[in-house]
C-alpha cells in the first residue's frame, strides 16, 4: 500500500534556497518512486482558518516514505525548505483499499 509525504506549507518566501529546493527535490524522489500527487495548483480551504498550500507526495509504500524522508539526499536540502517557510510535515501509511470510517474504532483503547 502507498506510503505518502504531505506537507502544509505558509509564509513562503520564494527567493534563491526555495529555487534551488525545487530544482533539486525531483532527484531525491526518484530513488525511492516518489510523485507529486498535490503540488500548488487550485486549492480551497472549505473549513477553518487555513492559509497553507497543501503538498502530497506518493510513494510506493510507507518504507519508502520514510527511507526517503531520512535519506542523505532529501537532508541535505530541507534546510533549504525550513529556512524560508512555515511548515506542518507527516509521513502516512494509506489506510487500504476496503477501509471504511468505523476501522479507526478497532484501534481505539478504551478503558472502563
Known sequence: MPGYAIANLWDVDVNADIVE??????GTLATYGGKF???????????????ASVIVIEFPDYQ????WYESAAYQ?????????????GLLAADCGENHVATDVLKEVVTSD
Request: hydrophobic share 35%; proline share 5%; aromatic share 2%.
Open 21 to 26: 529546493y525545487l530544482e533539486r527535490i525531483d
Open 37 to 51: 500527487i498535490v503540488h500548488g495548483g487550485t486549492q480551497r480551504v472549505i473549513e477553518g482558518p487555513a492559509s
Open 64 to 67: 519508502a516514505v520514510t527511507d
Open 76 to 88: 541535505e536540502i530541507l534546510p533549504l525548505r525550513l529556512r524560508n517557510c512555515s511548515s506542518v
